[in-house]
Structures are given as C-alpha cells and as structure tokens.
C-alpha cells in the first residue's frame, strides 16, 4: 500500500485553529473506522492523540479533534500552542490487515 | 506503567547483522502484539510488521523482505528485530510499539538508532 498523502506543513498563530488533511483510498481510509493521528516532537516517540477516527485518550486535549469524510482524514488543532509545534502523522488500517502511515505534516507555531 | 525499553544505538558496517531487542514490562506480555515501525532520518513513520507474542508468528508488512526477522523471548518478556545483511537505506532509527485497542500504538519504545556506514 502507498503512504496517505498529507501536506508536508501547516503553521498557524497562537491561539488560531488549523487542520491537517489525511487523503487515503477506499482500501484504506474510506472503508474503515480506524484511523489515528500522532503527535511527534524532535528525538521523541511517536504519541498517539487521535484514534477511531475521533477519540481522544485519556489525557490528550479536547484542542485535538479528528474527523473523517470519503477517503480522507482530518485532525484540528484549536487554540493553537507553542508546545503543539511538532510533526503530526495519520495511520489507517488498511486492507490485507496492514496499517499505513502518511508522510507527515510539521505544525508550526507562528 | 507499561514499559518498552529498547537497546542502544548499533553502527554496522553493510552487510553486517543487527539486533534490536525490546524489553517489556508492566502488563501481561502475551496479551498484547509488539509492532515495529522504521523512521528513516528526516523521514516519515513506517510501519513493518508485528508479532504475535501468544504464539510467535510474526506478520511482516510489504516491503520489507527476509533480511528483517521478529523473534521474541517470553521468559525475559522481550522482543527482537534482527536485519541481516544491512544496507546503508537500513539506517533508520527502529521503534517498538505495544498495540492498543486492535489497530494503536499507545506505548512506544524509545527507538533504536541503527546507523549503517563503511
């Protein structure tokens, strides 16, 4: 399977809310539930922020929101933080039971 | 607290053999599949595979050929990749991920930092 596309940046102002686009197949993201977004900051492991298209873990932010449209995936990032400066990367579940990442997405903070 | 700790950086030379081990602790070991995922520098996330750690059956994702091999060891509650015959693409930093909930990774190794170079 090939990576979802995803932009390669995004950047925004504290406080401004921005989204990050997920485009996938009907293989993949349109046809199931279980896409995910992480959260990735220099020299770290990855960490997971979005999962079920939607839900948030324990802990994460309700400034993280995802949703899901056909064959592509959004996540939003309201209220805008320094700390959010960071890669963001989307994963489906795809056919033959692989998982597949997209290329990522480096959130800038203004 | 779930715990993945992985082994420290390797430098091979191409055509040399590594092993990356992933040592777990925390929660019950065999109830939960270990994924791997390679971050090439500069890169995206990749995802290569998981293991079955019940049973041992590896499941490799496409792409990543016979030289990558997921073995683990359930009396020390760990799990290897080893990459046989390294290429200098291999240079990657290698994570290890519990999975969660069928399809996430919630708890990530700290990554392993495999450098091939002559």
């Known amino acids: 399977q090939s990576a979802l596309t995803q932009p390669a940046s995004v950047s925004g102002s504290p406080g401004q809310s921005i989204t990050i686009s997920c485009s996938g197949t009907?293989?993949?993201?349109?046809?199931?539930?279980?896409v995910s977004w992480y959260q990735q900051h220099p020299g770290k492991a990855p960490k997971l922020m979005i999962y079920d298209v939607s839900s948030r873990p324990l802990g994460v932010s309700n400034r993280f929101s995802g949703s899901k449209s056909g064959n592509t995936a959004s996540l939003t990032i309201s209220g805008l933080q320094a700390d959010d400066e960071a890669d963001y990367y989307c994963s489906s579940y795809a056919a033959n039971s692989a998982l597949i990442f997209g290329g990522g997405t480096t959130v800038t903070v203004l | 607290q779930v715990h993945l700790v992985q082994s420290g950086s390797e430098l091979k030379k191409p055509g040399a053999s590594v092993t990356v081990s992933c040592k777990a602790s925390g929660y019950s070991f065999s109830d939960y599949a270990i994924n791997w995922v390679r971050q090439a520098p500069g890169q995206g996330l990749e995802w290569m595979g998981w293991i079955n750690t019940k049973t041992g059956s590896p499941t490799y994702a496409q792409g990543f050929p016979g030289r990558f091999v997921f073995s683990l060891d359930t009396s020390v509650n760990t799990v290897y990749l080893q990459i046989s015959d390294l290429k200098a693409e291999d240079t990657a930093v290698y994570y290890c991920?519990?999975?969660?909930?069928?399809?996430?990774?919630?708890?990530w190794g700290q990554g392993t930092l495999v450098t091939v170079s002559s």
């Open positions: 009907s293989t993949d993201i349109g046809n199931y539930k279980y």
């Open positions: 991920a519990k999975i969660w909930s069928g399809s996430y990774f919630y708890d």
